[in-house]
């Protein structure tokens, strides 16, 4: 209780009281006569004097631990006199239904989990926003749009039960959706998941951190299609109602300065201060409250501090020294919890009982009153004042960090104890004091069967609630998926040179940027493409489309760029198509998340091309991928320079091996490593048929290279084996051995092919894998299939190796786990190679060597299958010689 906060030490400090009100007073009396202009001038004018002098004197950027709102600029609350108090009769009611779902799911089955407590002290702040703010999407208005804190879920589908969306049987199958679904229901998903509930959740938010940074650039993506003129310029918010605990993820804070830089005052951010997170407190020794208020201040977002009810606007206005705001600037959070926890006489005793001023400021109220003292974050009136002077607040994004109690209500089972977060049950006692204190029209016997509550239709509370909603356009949440397709163009418009690439050296990436330049240019998808980058486009060699279609700036361009003479000049707008995010690929993710949702989050779709190093994307944001996918996004990840040996120079954090492990995890992913221009464009066609025009939820992870190579044209009949994932691309009558290459490895197969057959004599044929992953993922199905419905279908891979038990060999760029998920469909021997083990930096043949994936490694391992008891140790060793490999060299894994 001893915390010193600047406004205490100053207090010690303050030699000369006299003067130092003089000074104040001056300020006062200037800002009552020339205003707060005139203030704010005077106050730059001295901090300017203290400078030359020499102070090195900082605003302290903390405030005292008071409302930002004095009582007196609080608006009138809208509705009716009654309104305040109906809807803290529904706020009791959404409490009460949120509760008795996760208790009854736990009663039933102890292993389901759930949480209580987090709504609990988050639910006023919900229900002003769902009666006073949050705007549906309607015909003539895009709606607002909200990131719900994840495990405040049952409280919304609370809410969507008395509005009537969700019933009893959908209530009562919280967290049981496999079990709802063979009963014919819908069942209520543990926390917000589009994929789950497609109908209702937009925003995946599980996974702490994810909502805040999701928040920040869905706004900015909102004046993005606003300033390339796509969208309406509409009054729209993006509301991110978010835990105190989780502010401490990385993501929460990173994309803060984006928000304010781009001026986003579209963007609320709501922060339930409960002061507590899973074990304990957040800052038991602090306040989380003043240190948001620093970083998101320092940030440039406008800080609201909601911290107390209106029933403490009496105390302060009795605290004419000072010594109520002192003592909370000094009550450290893990005491304001203990206080949280207990009753009136001991926040008698121990707050009000610390000096004979705040004695005598505690007099004032009853034990009774002391006790129902309210945090800012449960006083209505607060917080309407709160979100009104946010959504009002011009040219920065808004953070109100709101002050409640963990577990409000629960009483002494569960309000600001320790372990309330994961309390899910409760004691006939405890709910009997709960019903009581949100005054629940509810028998005991109620109560002991947790029975949902809903209002009579024609009650007070229905009655103002369904008139709430229908004036601000309808309920919420709800996800759109209105059908809305796009055109695609020709593949020829766009991937001629691909198709027809004759020889013509060029990488992946290249051929890549081409089409992407192409499908730029179309008149009809052109202005739909979003070309999104993480600092790394004259790597991939997108420089010339910085002048094609520029690169978004909310600002334009206020600076005549250093190469301005050059045809590719580095050109920022205002309607700029490309986004340039910087070294975010968190950041950069979010934004392609945004595009690849906006068929659904706007009725807009868009299609965004993330262009990244690919070992930055699965391996760095892997859950933020992750929850794309949730989200039905739509649109190409492209993982560029990748490779483990097709990168070269860079080594060990830079060289992917993994990411096609993990793409493959993720169900509505489709995964590609192409090994030619003709293959990308193919696979490139097919995207765009299937999530632009066939409107399914899937999106494409494809791996492009930075090598060079000659590019073959497109054979007749490739497409359906490239979109499954193996072609055949050097077919050989009575081959020995079949060689299987993926990406950038098909040419050491190639040549291995060669080698075979000019050195050894060997029959060798070739084939291009596109896609291990897919091909994985068909033999399940029809190994399955087989298995269930005793079908005769046969995986893709199957089909084209049967009818010859030669040795196969897959060879790919990525660990060997990649090619091993289609062994059981190979039938034949079958041996892979690939890159396990740390990269490291060297040339390409250098690194294809210790990886023992080159040409000579291959040909090499199909010989020894060949030969395979045919040739003694020694024969091999000779063959090891002729070919220049070492078989005494480590294990790649091992060094
Ligand atoms: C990335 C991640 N890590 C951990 C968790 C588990 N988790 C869920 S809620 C929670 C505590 C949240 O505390 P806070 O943000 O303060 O919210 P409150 O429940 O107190 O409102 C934790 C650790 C998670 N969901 N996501």
Redesign the pocket.
Known sequence: MDMITPEHLIRQLDIDEQETTEWIDALKSVLASSGPERARFLLSQLAATAREAGLNWRDARITPYVNTIRPQDEPAYPGGSDAVAIEERLAGIMRWNALAMVVRANRAYGELGG?I??YA??ADLFEVGFNHFFRARSSDFGGDLVYF???SAPGIYARAFLEGRLTEDNLAHYRQEISARSAGIQGLSSYPHPWLMPDFWQFPT????IGPISAVYQARFMRYLEHRGMLAEQPRKVWGV?????MD?PESLAALSLASREKLDNLVFVI?C?L???DGP?RGNGHIVDELETLFGGAGWNVIKLLWGSDWDPLFARDANGELVDALNRTVDGQLQTFAANDGPFNREHFFGQSPGLKAIGSMLTDDEIDRLKRGGHDLRKIFAAYDAAIHHRGRPTVILAQTK?GFGMGTAGQGKMTT?QQKKLEQSDLIEFRDRFKLPLTDAQVENLEFYKPAADSEEMRHLHARRAALGGFMPQRAHDGATLPVPAIESYAAFALDAGMKEMSTTMALVRMMGGLLKDAGLGKHVVPIVADEARTFGMANLFRQVGIYSAQGQLYQPEDIGSILYYREAKDGQILEEGITEAGAISSWTAAATSYSVHGLPMLPFYIYYSMFGFQRIGDLIWAAADQRSRGFLIGATSGRTTLGGEGLQHQDGTSHLVSATIPNCLSYDPAYAYELAVIVDDGMQRMLQRNEDVFYYVTVTNENEAQPSMPADAREGILRGMHCVLPREGAQVRLLGAGPLLKEALAAASLLEGIFDVKAEVWSVTSFSELARDGIACERAQRLQQSTDKPWITQQLEGSDVPVIAVSDYVRAVPETVRAYVPAPFVTLGTDGFGRSDTRAALRDFFEVDAKWITYTALAELYAGKKSAQEMRDIAARLEIDLDKVLSTQI
Not at 206 to 209: A, E, R
Not at 242 to 246: A, L, P, R, T, V
């Open positions: 949480h407590a987090s002290s988050a804190q994840p495990h599980g996974s702490m951190g978010f835990g105190d605990g989780e993820e339930n409960n507590q997170r899973l957040v963990k977060h």
